[in-house]
């Protein structure tokens, strides 16, 4: 009886020991949202853009052409890019 006794002792202070050596858990994914935030810190650090160059894609010109370009679909002979054109260029099927 008295070694069933001392056994339940060690397993219970066993058991206190394996509680003691938990390791802390941290969250391995970014927070959702977390790319918002710290692109309005870095505007709020650095308000000036990034270039001097105009918004392209903004009017409606463009985005007219570019609907009819995708309704069109793609042409049938690939098209020769030179290395002036931008990757919008490219990919909407050249410069308007």
């Not at 505007?43 to 570019?66: C, F, H, W």
């Amino acid at each position: 009886m008295r070694s069933l006794i001392l056994i339940s002792v060690m397993m219970m202070f066993l058991a206190s020991g394996c509680r003691a050596m938990l390791v802390e858990h941290h969250e391995s994914t970014v927070p959702q949202g977390s790319s918002v935030h710290m692109a309005v810190e870095n505007q709020i650090l650095n308000p000036m853009p990034a270039g001097t160059e105009p918004v392209r894609g903004m009017d409606g010109k463009y985005a007219q052409s570019v609907i009819e370009k995708y309704q069109k679909g793609p042409t049938s002979e690939p098209q020769k890019s030179s290395s002036k054109e931008s990757l919008v260029d490219v990919i909407v099927g050249g410069s308007n």
